[in-house]
């Protein structure tokens, strides 16, 4: 979800190409939230087992910016590296 959300962001150099990330399914529903992650339905980076069954705590991934996602720590999120991009220096990109 915030992968797409920041890719929408346009960077700040023009000449660099803007690839925005399209969320696949339904959004969850307010009413009836799936179990677990509440975006682990929408998500491409989502385990079945642990998102489905498991509620991510909010945890402080750098400075100022919180996450709530069992894989923070594993993935570099596409956008990241233009908006934060030394915070994003420590993220692999590929989840493990």
Same mark, same amino acid.
């Given at each position: 979800?915030?992968?797409?959300?920041?890719?929408?962001i346009?960077?700040?150099?023009?000449?660099?190409?803007?690839?925005?990330?399209?969320? %696949?399914?339904?959004?969850?529903? $307010?009413?009836?939230?799936?179990?677990?992650?509440?975006?682990?339905?929408? /998500? *491409? #980076? +989502? &385990?079945?087992? %642990?998102?489905?069954?498991?509620? $991510?705590?909010?945890?402080?991934?750098?400075?100022?910016?919180?996450?709530? /996602? *069992? #894989? +923070? &720590?594993?993935?570099?999120?596409?956008?990241?590296?233009e908006?934060?991009?030394?915070?994003?220096?420590?993220?692999?990109?590929?989840?493990?």
């Amino acid at each position: 979800m915030t992968e797409a959300l920041m890719s929408a962001i346009p960077p700040d150099d023009p000449d660099l190409p803007m690839e925005p990330v399209l969320l %696949k399914g339904e959004p969850p529903s $307010p009413s009836n939230p799936p179990t677990g992650c509440s975006f682990h339905t929408r /998500c *491409h #980076y +989502a &385990q079945k087992q %642990k998102c489905s069954s498991e509620v $991510p705590q909010l945890e402080e991934l750098f400075a100022g910016h919180f996450v709530a /996602c *069992h #894989y +923070a &720590q594993e993935l570099g999120l596409k956008g990241t590296q233009e908006h934060y991009p030394k915070a994003s220096e420590n993220l692999s990109g590929e989840l493990k």
